[in-house]
């Protein structure tokens, strides 16, 4: 980038159009002369030619349009008017024509005293206007403005009329005009001069124009240059031009003479400048270099420290007092830093001026020949003075001299030099960087006064070490960020506490963030962010860094914005980088721990308290109160020390108190207590209390004591009812044992079985149960294992051998039982020997009571099978006489009927009839014997169909009757077919019978659900009976009705009974006499 | 012809003269017990000289015999030859399934109980009469 200097040029723009203005007051000027005709103004001099009427209003066009060149249109406008006129003047000096534009104003009387066109300009002066025109046109041209072509054409012009000017000085007619009717006044030239300077110098940084106006070393050399360019050869000829007209001096010999003395000059001037030049630009890039790299590392060391010191604020007094020390010299530092670059700025400034440094010139005898103004002012002797004299004859006020040796080394050996001048002045201490160079037949010196650079030099390096000795101590890494690109630099330190070699990686932003773990990255991205907005003073921030072998590294992350753009963006940020990884696995393991804890606490819901012993003020936590019922602010403050006494269980207080006191006395390491706590309900809770004195004084008074509470009521509770079923299980008469089912050895034994094996428990324990067990070998266990946990359980009989050699016969159920996971099997023994005895004596019983019953059986059926034959003998043998006298009887009416009287044949006939009821009696009889002894063969049988095939026999058997039948279909019943069709035939018989004298016979029969049974029915509409004789209706030989209303024997419905009563149903009737009787019964 | 074995004086009179009411063109021969109807049948005994081709047209046979009982008879009737196919009707007053299951098995042709009412006895003996000496038809020698 080219460096510009704006207030030159500014400044230089602003000469450039006041240029114009000059120019245009002078042609106002003029123009006034010729108005009043003042001579004076036209011409300089009576000898040289005025300046013409036209000319001077172009002029004061030319002068007003530079003036006004931010001012296009006017300026555009001035331009057309100076085109035209100078066109038109260009053109009568070619056609030869005078177009009457020359003395349109005023007469021109001087011209015939030159020789020139009355009023008119010269041909130089149109010639310039044209170009002027031209060149304000180029820089107004559009779109794009031709500042290089513009300055050439100003240049151009500023040549023409330089060569004018020098005419005249060298007063040579033919550089005046180019001829003699185009004179140009010298006036008019040197405002040519200034509006062609100023319209060169119009845009001093655009164009070539900028070479000479830039701020750097080059600008000022060329800038030096052009002076010498331009001032050197007029100098020159003048001077050779005045030999010429002085003495007799060949044209040759005056060139010769120019030349030599012109390289010489200008050689000089080159070399001069040139070496200044070139040292110095050294010297200000090894400065610039050195301060920008210090002004680096103390912003650095700065915000490192700074980082640091609030890191490690808490633990490291001695670091912080010296961080606080090198922040002060720092900013001191800084101060003189920023002091040294604005003077040498300044210096370089003056030098480039030639005029602020020390410089002087000496020749070969060491005297002076230029004392600078600095120089004055330094030393307190004039230039007047000084010129001259011998160096070291001067009694300066500062001795800017290098010592005499060093400038003779330079005369002699013919290069440069320089030196260091420490002064004192004023009780400061001035330091000088003194160069000489050797110059034409002398010397030429510098001094600089570095006083500043120099302190800050001393001071940096002493900072820097101590900066240095701070981060090595601190094992401190830097890094340095360019915010705009993400390149950064690392130390050695950064790679090697993350276990890289340095130059491993790619120093980026980017590397970093790869680096840096993911959880961590937002928090160090949103610091980096926060400080380069401006709202935190640093960045900070912790995080993770992966290392090579790929473990994360704990560090911490600080670091300052030391350089913002001109648009204030961040550039640069610096900082250090610092392993805290021991810090941060403490600081897990501490919070590890302290989870641990509280998780501990919680589940264990275990209370804490804290006492302070010498006020007896108690702090708990929440559940410790909770526990009995109080909150924490109720327990804390209702429980002094004393209090705590008074809360004690009567039964515990001594023991407590007593415990307590040792405790606090320190005879006992701990206080631990199970006690009951008077809770706030004043209920009694046990509750398990410890504690331990954890501080006390010099003289051993306990200070301080802390505990836990727990509520171990259910754990007593527990306790209790643990101790409760122990007891059961010892105490229970029958030997129980666990046995675990891989080695069949005892793992517990009540007492029972203690005394059934004759051994003590812990004689017991750990033996195998089958050295008991005189039946069971390992392949019998081993399948009633399997057995047990098929079906969990398997009960045996076998015989123990005890301890004494006693065989006692057992049951053995063994169960399988898990208890915390494993697996036991619980043998419970019955010892079954009086059981044996028992059993046998059963056995014999047993036998003799089957024998009873066999004998008894027998009988029975002996009894069964006389019964038989009685039957058989009551069907047969007492039948027979009956049938014998009915036979006779009738014989009797038959064959003697004559012989016989009414009541002879009534008698017979009476006899007839009892023979036959007899005969029916005995029948039915037998039928109900037969009932009786007949087995019960059950079968589905179809009762509606049998109740109607009964029903069409006895319509055949009285085919007199009429009767109205009804009878449900589809009844089905379990039953034996033949004793039902006894019972129904009885049934129906009884219902025919007694609706004998009905006039309109119905009989129905059905059935019904009634307590989820089924119930059949005969129902008729016949005599019926009264239900206060119902209880006799099913006994055997028990009649309701007359034998002269209703035949039978009464020993039908018994008949019918036993029948229902075999099938386990019951019969019931319900009857009203003259209405109808229904018989229900139910079978199963 | 009709052989009658019945050991009951009364009954025998009571059923001759039911035979007797009817009229009937038949002899009835009486044997009092079961040995006295095995030798008339197979003119053993007493009976010895009897033609055996004479055999009666049904035999009217009472169970509760003196010396052999009727189901005996019964038994050694259906076991000869020459009486296998003799009608036999069990006049009895057992009306006992035992001995219903017994006669039937041994191949009786008809089971009748005595009725007490003598009108009925008299129907029976006219009934039976008339089936089997009337339309009842028997192989005769073979």
């Known amino acids: 980038m080219y460096k510009t200097n704006s207030a030159l040029i500014s400044l230089i723009h602003r000469f450039a159009r006041g240029s114009g203005l000059l120019v245009a007051a002078v042609a106002v000027i003029v123009l006034l002369g010729w108005c009043f005709d003042v001579d004076s103004v036209k011409s300089i001099l009576p000898d040289y030619p005025p300046m013409r009427v036209n000319t001077a209003i172009g002029l004061l066009l030319t002068g007003c349009m530079l003036y006004l060149v931010n001012f296009p249109r006017v300026g555009v406008a001035l331009a057309v008017v100076v085109v035209l006129l100078n066109g038109i003047i260009l053109l009568e000096y070619v056609s030869g024509i005078n177009l009457g534009v020359d003395q349109l104003l005023f007469a021109d009387s001087q011209a015939a005293k030159f020789g020139y066109y009355p009023g008119r300009s010269s041909v130089n002066a149109v010639m310039s206007f044209l170009l002027l025109s031209l060149s304000f046109y180029l820089y107004n041209r559009k779109p794009v403005p031709a500042y290089g072509k513009a300055q050439l054409v100003s240049l151009l012009v500023l040549l023409v009329i330089f060569a004018s000017l020098l005419g005249y000085l060298y007063r040579v007619n033919g550089l005046v005009g180019i001829e003699k009717h185009s004179q140009m006044a010298p006036h008019t030239a040197v405002c040519f001069v200034v509006l062609a300077a100023g319209s060169f110098f119009l845009y001093p940084d655009q164009g070539f124009v900028r070479i000479l106006t830039g701020s750097g070393w080059s600008a000022l050399l060329v800038r030096r240059l052009f002076l010498a360019a331009l001032m050197l050869p007029i100098a020159l000829s003048s001077l050779v031009i005045w030999f010429f007209q002085l003495e007799q001096f060949s044209v040759e010999l005056g060139f010769i003479l120019f030349s030599v003395c012109y390289t010489f000059l200008f050689t000089t001037i080159l070399f001069v400048y040139g070496r200044e030049f070139l040292a110095n630009e050294t010297k200000q890039q090894e400065q610039q270099l050195k301060i920008e790299q210090l002004n680096k590392d103390l912003s650095a060391a700065n915000a490192a420290t700074r980082a640091v010191n609030e890191e490690l604020l808490a633990s490291n007094d001695a670091l912080q007092s010296a961080n606080e020390r090198l922040y002060r010299a720092n900013q001191s530092v800084k101060e003189l830093s920023r002091q040294a670059l604005q003077e040498s700025a300044q210096q370089y400034k003056h030098l480039a001026d030639s005029v602020e440094d020390v410089f002087y010139a000496l020749d070969e005898k060491l005297r002076i020949t230029f004392w600078n103004k600095v120089c004055e002012e330094s030393t307190g002797i004039s230039s007047n003075q000084a010129m001259g004299q011998h160096l070291f004859a001067l009694k300066p006020r500062l001795r800017l001299f290098p010592s005499l040796e060093v400038l003779q080394e330079v005369l002699k050996s013919g290069t440069a030099a320089q030196t260091e001048i420490e002064e004192e002045i004023a009780g400061k201490q001035l330091h000088f960087n003194v160069r000489i160079y050797p110059a034409h037949r002398g010397l030429v010196v510098f001094a600089v006064d570095n006083t500043a650079v120099h302190t800050a030099e001393r001071e940096l390096k002493q900072q820097k070490e101590r900066l240095e000795l701070a981060l090595n101590g601190a094992q401190l890494a830097t890094w340095d960020l360019d915010v705009p690109s993400g390149k950064s630099l690392w130390s050695n330190r950064w790679y090697s506490m993350l276990g890289y070699t340095a130059g491993d990686l790619e120093e980026s932003f980017e590397t970093w963030k790869n680096l840096t773990h993911p959880d961590d990255l937002p928090v160090a991205m949103k610091s980096f962010e926060e400080h380069l907005s401006g709202k935190t003073d640093y960045v900070t921030f912790e995080h993770r860094l992966k290392k090579k072998t790929g473990d994360w590294l704990w560090t911490t992350g600080s670091g300052k914005l030391v350089e913002r753009n001109h648009k204030g963006e961040p550039q640069r940020v610096i900082g250090v980088l610092q392993d805290i990884s021991s810090l941060k696995n403490a600081e897990q393991e501490l919070l590890e721990q302290k989870e641990r804890l509280e998780l501990a606490l919680w589940a264990a819901e275990l209370g804490i308290w804290d006492r302070d012993l010498q006020n007896g003020r108690l702090t708990v936590n929440e559940r410790c109160a909770q526990m009995l019922g109080y909150t924490k602010a109720e327990y804390e403050n209702i429980l002094p020390l004393q209090g705590f006494r008074k809360t004690l269980h009567p039964d515990e207080a001594a023991q407590i108190t007593e415990m307590l006191d040792k405790h606090l006395a320190g005879e006992i390491p701990y206080y631990r207590t199970e006690r009951r706590a008077r809770t706030k309900a004043g209920e009694w809770l046990w509750v398990l209390n410890s504690g331990k004195v954890v501080k006390r004084d010099k003289e051993g008074r306990p200070i301080r004591m802390i505990g836990i509470q727990q509520d171990i009521s259910d754990f007593k509770k527990t306790e209790a009812s643990l101790r409760f079923y122990k007891y059961l299980i010892d105490n229970i008469k029958n030997p129980i044992y666990w046995i675990t089912p891989d080695d069949l050895k005892f793992k517990y034994v009540n007492k029972a079985a203690c005394d059934h094996f004759g051994l003590p428990e812990d004689k017991l324990i750990g033996v195998g149960v089958l050295d008991f067990d005189i039946n069971l070998d390992l392949e019998k266990a081993g399948s009633i294992t399997s057995e047990i946990s098929r079906n969990g359980t398997h009960t045996f009989k076998t015989v123990h051998k005890n301890s004494a050699g006693q065989l006692i016969p057992v049951e053995l159920t063994l169960s399988s039982l898990y208890y915390n996971d494993t697996p036991y099997v619980v043998g419970y023994i019955r010892n079954i020997s009086e059981q044996s005895a028992y059993e046998a004596k059963i056995r014999a019983i047993n036998t003799e009571l089957e024998q009873k019953v066999a004998a008894r059986t027998a009988a029975l059926e002996a009894t069964n099978k006389e019964l038989e034959a009685f039957s058989y003998s009551v069907s047969h043998d007492l039948r027979a006489p009956l049938r014998s006298i009915d036979g006779f009887s009738k014989a009797i009416l038959e064959d003697y009927e004559s012989a016989l009287d009414e009541e002879g044949k009534d008698f017979l006939n009476r006899i007839r009839s009892s023979t036959q009821q007899m005969g029916q009696l005995i029948d039915d009889l037998l039928n109900l014997s037969r009932v009786s002894r007949a087995e019960l063969k059950k079968q589905n049988v179809d009762i509606s169909k049998l109740v109607l095939e009964l029903v069409s026999e006895l319509n055949q058997q009285q085919a007199g009757r009429e009767v109205h039948v009804k009878v449900q279909p589809g009844l089905y019943a379990q039953a034996d077919v033949r004793l039902i069709r006894i019972a129904l035939e009885n049934l129906l018989n009884n219902a025919w019978k007694y609706t004998g004298k009905t006039e309109l016979a119905r009989v129905e029969f059905g059935s019904m659900e009634s307590g989820g049974r089924t119930v059949y029915f005969v129902k008729d509409n016949g005599a019926g009976f009264d239900m206060k004789y119902a209880a006799r209706l099913f006994g055997a030989f028990q009649r309701l009705h007359r034998e002269t209303e209703f035949e039978g024997t009464g020993v039908g419905l018994a008949t019918v009974q036993r029948i229902i009563h075999k099938h386990g149903g019951q019969i019931w009737a319900e009857a009203e006499p003259a209405k109808g009787a229904t018989f229900y019964f139910t079978l199963f | ?142």
């Not at chain 2, 010396?67 to 009737?77: A, C, N, P, Q, Y």
């Not at chain 2, 196919?85 to 191949?107: A, I, K, Q, R, W």
């Open chain 2, 1 to 142: 012809m009709i052989l009658l074995v019945e050991d009951n004086p009364n009954d025998i009179a009571l059923t001759l003269r039911a035979f007797k009411k009817q009229q009937a063109n038949c002899d009835v021969v009486v044997v009092r017990d079961g040995a006295e109807a095995l030798d008339y049948l197979f003119c053993t005994g007493d009976y010895q000289g009897r033609d055996l081709d004479k055999m009666p047209a049904l035999v009217l046979m009472d169970l509760k015999l003196p010396k052999i009982d009727g189901l005996e008879v019964i038994r050694r009737i259906r076991e000869h030859n020459s009486t296998r196919f003799l009608p036999v009707v069990v006049l009895t007053t057992s009306e006992e399934n035992t001995d219903l299951l017994e006669c039937y098995s041994l191949g009786i042709n008809s089971y009748i109980r005595k009725p007490v009412d003598s009108d009925n006895f008299d129907q029976v003996i006219r009934n039976l009469s008339l089936y089997w000496l009337k339309f009842n038809i028997t192989p005769k020698h073979f």
